[in-house]
């Protein structure tokens, strides 16, 4: 496994701008510009949570909506995740977090399989917070499922606060890849009977 777990994106197009740059072993360090202020306190506890390094630079079309940022940013993460665990090996693969945020409880679950799938099981009694849309929630993990080719499974089990249904669905999303990723000397190459992830 190499020691320099980093992936650096950079996505131009008509409708966004951005760079992000991601540090698997780093200290929960979130740098954001992000121009959606609840994607961005997102963001900031994914990294807290996760603990690692998150830097994004992000300019997008929000005077349409936040769509396309939102959706961007989780491409990009996908693709930074995805080039920062290189070839998964000596990781342990598979992550799970169950996380309570008050009222709520949200569980996370992972497998870094090279296979790209969500199931997304949560539904919002909110249609915004804030200004935020809460179906956006489920476009930034699809693409960033898309792009990092992980299996992931967000269930979201009870909640009443729309904000703490989320913010508990990114902080177990955060627990269940730091643990997914953690290097584990007990395992040789990668943990597949394939060879390969």
Same mark, same amino acid.
């Given at each position: ?68 940022? %939102? ?5 990009? &993460?996908?693709?930074? #995740?995805? !080039? /920062?665990? *290189?070839?998964? @090996? +000596? ?37 915004? %917070? ?5 179906? &956006?929630?489920?476009? #930034?993990? !699809? /693409?960033? *499922?898309?792009? @990092? +080719? ?48």
């Amino acid at each position: 496994m190499s020691a320099n777990r980093i992936g650096e994106i950079r996505r131009d197009t008509l409708e966004t701008q951005i760079s992000l740059k991601l540090n698997l072993d780093g200290e929960g360090k979130g740098e954001l510009q992000v121009p959606v202020p609840f994607l961005k306190h997102m963001l900031d506890l994914f990294a807290k949570h996760s603990g690692y390094d998150l830097t994004v630079d992000a300019k997008g079309d929000i005077e349409i909506d936040d769509h396309h940022t %939102v959706e961007d940013i989780g491409i990009c &993460l996908g693709q930074a #995740f995805k !080039q /920062a665990v *290189a070839d998964k @090996a +000596g990781i342990r693969r598979y992550g799970n977090r169950f996380t309570p945020m008050d009222e709520s409880l949200a569980q996370v679950t992972v497998d870094i399989s090279g296979r790209s799938f969500l199931v997304f099981n949560a539904e919002f009694p909110a249609e915004k %917070v804030g200004n935020f849309q809460t179906e &956006l929630v489920r476009e #930034f993990f !699809q /693409a960033f *499922a898309a792009n @990092a +080719g992980v299996t992931l499974h967000i269930n979201l089990q009870y909640g009443e606060n729309t904000h703490h249904m989320i913010e508990g669905i990114f902080k177990a999303f955060a627990g269940a890849l730091a643990e997914a990723t953690r290097k584990d000397e007990t395992i040789r190459g990668v943990l597949s009977t394939k060879g390969t992830l």
